[in-house]
């Protein structure tokens, strides 16, 4: 078994918490996992993605071969379709639906939505909005993280675990904010 | 034992510490800076006592090192690849000095230069030095070379080269330990003039590193790092891999044996002798290196004939700029190209820009009002965050070359007339290289507007601390700008006409004035209110 993810969206929102919960899940499973990340100047506002990939046998590149992703997870929809050249052809793609705008040329969203759907594989949704519902705002990258699990071969159980060892020292509110945001993204999938 | 995950440059970090080091020293540079972050965040690190604070740049880390190599203890200095030219210095002398205790100088390249301004390959600098140089290829080697590098140095009293490159620093994957080593006990070098490069000694330290290469080449021929595998099935084509691109090679071969023999280079000098092996062995071949053409070029040399053609970044087969990736080195290898699917047009670029309610902007909107009746073409800059004041809407900058070049620069330019001459550096990067610039400044009076950004940190690699933090006025003061041309304001909106009005009479004053704004970054900010939260 092996997973490529790659994980977009805007410095500062929250991908490698994503990345954290996930690899601690196949870690827990006996996994081995490689994750690049993107430290410096881009995460100044810039674009910014990281490379997760898990597996149960040795792992060689840091790196996602294009072209053979099994899904891009992403916080941002136009941020989804920068990283297509990577997604294989029965790849997923599972993003937020909430533009992020920080740039005077940012598309229309319904332009950026209907590239989208234009995937076989897609889930877009306004999980902005949805964390918001569950006043758990900062959570949005979780309810993203819920809806993926699932094609990704995690179940519910192994997730809310590494959340919960993750957040434990946040306190409880956060750790139960982020559980409530991971059944919500659950629920999408 | 344990399996921690770690980033490529918290495994080189731990394993240092794992292996009796007593001191890092370094500036932050991307992608070099989390090597000492971790140590400065180690429970271990402050139980043992070793040094972990930043130092002023790269030269002084790079010295104070050398001084800990000296006393016999194990020290590390780390440092971006473009540090490496600031540290250029010592660093070649280090060579004919050797180290008494074992010296480790970790520089991380980044190729495709992702938040750098040139993408130069430090194993050329190795080369130059003719030192050891080691290159892992995974997290597990950043660990276990720092034992090794600590050994070969200690074992040949010579520095030796730990080159890493961005994708393998900001890398995680799983890193298991090794039983601890005790630090080195304070001692003196029992030869005193070991560290005394006088002409005469020079001399002959000199011809004592030139021959002490045959033994880093047989070092690095019997290297655990290295490995040879000369038989094959396919002789059509060799492959000479080094470091990160190793792992490439082996990803796009998956499952399958690599059907052409193979030589990995992790250490170096290279061990030509094998690599002769292979050319006289196979028709062609194919060079995969993490940055330059570095073996490429040495394998254009004595002891080829030239005859069979060799594929790599020289010849097209690869790109000859930017970092490596499993499909560049599958197509140079012949195999088909994969990929997804092409970008859709409508995707448009979103360059790194200053953070919403950052200083600088309002440093930059001040200053560019102020100096509007003049034009652009103004105002040298430098390396920082303040970097981002390049970019629209505020278009406020007009170079960017080197740490501290601002002041010199625009020290140049207002002796060939320019006027009004600014330079906008940042308050860490004063500290790194901004105070002999303005000494010159001083001693010829010029005709110059010097504004330190100040927001009380090291912004743009993350928010460290830096060795003039609130004492800029002082130095300033110190190296002899007059008090009544050393201006300080608080930079935000509401003070737009009152910052204007400053630049515009330190612009009119004609001699050295220093205009330090001064609000605390705002990524360093939320981070204070999240922890005191």
Known sequence: ???????????????????????????????????????????????????????????????????????????????ALRYLPYLAADGWIITNSKPFVNIPNYPEPEAVYSQIRKAEKHLLFDADQIAKDLKASRAMNIVVLGAAIKHLGFSADEIEASIKAIFTSKGEAVVEANLRALQAGIALS | MEKLMLLGDEALAQGALDAGISGFYGYPGTPSTEIIEFVQRSKQAITDNVHRTWSSNEKTAMESALGMSYAGKRAMVTMKHVGLNVAADPFMNSALTGAHGGLLITVADDPSMHSSQNEQDSRFYGHFAMIPVLEPSNQQECYDMAFYGFELSEKYHIPVMIRLTTRLSHSRSGVTRRARLEQNKLNKPEDLFQFMLLPAVARRKYKNLIAMQENYVEESTNSPFNEFHLEATDYSKGIITTGLAYNYLREVYGDSPIPYPMIKVCQYPPPMGKIHELYNKCDSLYFFEEGMPVLEELCKGPGFNGIKPMHGRLDGTLDRDGELNPNKVAVALGMPAKFGTEIPDIVVGRPPALCVGCPHIDSYIALNEAIKEYGRGHVFSDIGCYTLGFMPPYNAINSCVDMGASITMAKGAADSGLFPAIAVIGDSTFAHSGMTGLMDCIYDKTNIVVVILDNSTTGMTGGQDYTAFGRLEEICLGLGVEKEHIRTFFPFVKNHAEMTQIYKEEIAYEGVSVVIPRRECVQTLKKKFKREA
Request: avoid cysteine; aromatic fraction near 2%; charged fraction near 25%.
């Open chain 1, 1 to 79: 078994m092996k997973k490529d993810i790659i994980l977009a969206g805007v410095g500062g929102q929250g991908i490698l918490t994503i990345a954290t919960i996930l690899g601690h899940a196949a870690l827990k499973r006996g996994w081995q996992l490689k994750q690049a990340e993107v430290h410096g100047m881009s995460q100044r506002g810039g674009d910014v993605q990281s490379h997760l990939r898990l597996s149960d046998k040795e792992i060689h590149s840091d790196l996602i071969t294009m072209g053979d992703a099994d899904m891009i997870l992403s916080v941002e929809p136009m941020e």
